[in-house]
């Protein structure tokens, strides 16, 4: 380990001094505790010279085609490909509930060229849930920024007869343990959110979690599993051909896209709210001038309207945010999200 440690030193150093700063050095960017500075910065993103990129960037999605996680990050490549003038590829590296791509970024060496779409699933909850995940969300990146967050939905096959999040619950408490929940991977924003949900109405449901997001969207449309927590990306199609129904949506407010869908709250679990919250990052040590230059990128590409408005096609809000403010985010979610992975005692496989 500690031989690694110095490795990736050396390396974050090598390529802060290929990239020239305003004062003529850089300064590492993430990695800091939430609410720790790392000295004074300069005011403002600082140029990363020519030096980066001279070849294409690797954004590694650490779930299969298809998902909400996967419909972000091309939303943006796309974009950044043209701010940074070099290809942004989308990798998909789906498996282990999202720990395989994850760990692949934290691992990968801190020159700019492999980020990460990181979500609340693989920032925020499997380093508690998976004994194995093989990262630390605090100390092993370098968070770039938000770029959206989209509310898990409650959806329902049209044959299955609950109308609202109460008569779910009635049905479940009338039958413990005969309801089947579809969900995405273990960890995953819906799977977390179906157990906060049995948890938070007291029912004895069965959680049925599928590889990714596409299978489930498959079976439920199918009927072969009759309700899930699931993201409105890959089930607008559906739910606009009336093949599913959205029983509700988990934030505090009634989302735009949906505004005729109640919330939780509303509908009959007081205080209920599960949103994902979806950045980039690098791995730790990546040099600072990067962070920023790919920060002021993506912040000014998701406050154009065109950006604004694919994600919000996506079933997303818009969110643009500081590296730090990142960071801080991760560490908020990260305490709420483990607590209740300790609270019930969950494990991931």
């Known amino acids: 380990m500690r031989a690694e440690f110095s490795r990736r030193r050396v390396l974050a150093l090598a390529a802060a001094l290929a990239v020239p700063t305003a004062g003529g050095a850089a300064a590492q960017g993430g990695g800091q505790p939430a609410g ?19 070849r294409p960037v690797t954004l590694i999605v ?21 701010a940074l003038g070099q290809q942004v590829l989308v990798d998909n590296r789906g498996g282990g509930g999202g720990n395989i791509g994850t760990r692949a970024v934290a691992r990968a060496q801190p020159d700019g060229y492999t980020l990460l779409l990181g979500h609340t699933g693989t920032m925020s909850v499997n380093p508690s849930l998976f004994a194995g995940a093989g990262y630390d969300p605090r100390k092993d990146f370098s968070p770039i920024g938000l770029m959206a967050t989209m509310p898990v939905v409650l959806l329902a096959h049209p044959s299955f007869p609950a109308r609202t999040v109460a008569d779910v619950i009635a049905a479940a408490k009338a039958a413990p343990g005969r309801i089947s929940i579809g969900t995405s991977a273990v960890g995953t924003g819906g799977y977390m959110t179906a157990e906060l949900f049995k948890a938070s109405a007291g029912i004895d449901v069965t959680l049925v979690p599928y590889k990714g997001t596409g299978p489930l969207m498959n079976d439920l449309v199918g009927g072969h599993v009759p309700v899930a927590f699931g993201v409105l990306a890959p089930a607008l199609g559906n739910i606009e051909a009336k093949t599913l129904r959205v029983i509700a949506v988990m934030s505090r407010e009634r989302f735009p896209l949906l ?5 939780a709250d509303e509908s009959g679990l007081p205080g209920f709210e599960s949103v994902l919250h979806y950045g980039l990052l690098a791995p730790a040590g990546t040099p600072q001038p990067i962070v920023a230059r790919i920060n002021a990128a993506l912040q000014a590409l998701v406050k154009t309207e065109e950006v604004a408005k694919r994600i919000r096609a996506e079933g997303g809000a818009p969110l643009t945010s500081t590296p730090e403010e990142y960071a801080a985010d991760i560490d908020r979610e990260e305490k709420k999200w483990s607590a209740l992975v300790r609270r019930l005692g969950l494990k991931g496989d």
């Not at 720790?36 to 005011?43: C, E, L, M, Y």
């Not at 650490?62 to 043209?82: C, E, H, Q």
């Not at 505004?259 to 919330?263: A, I, K, L, Q, S």
Request: charged share 10%; aromatic share 4%.
């Open 36 to 54: 720790q500075s790392a000295g004074p910065q300069p005011a403002g993103p600082q140029p990363a010279g020519p030096q980066w990129p001279t």
């Open 62 to 82: 650490p779930f299969p085609a298809g998902g909400g996680n996967d419909a972000m990050a091309r939303i943006v490549a796309d974009k950044l490909t043209g």
């Open 259 to 263: 505004p005729d869908v109640p919330t």
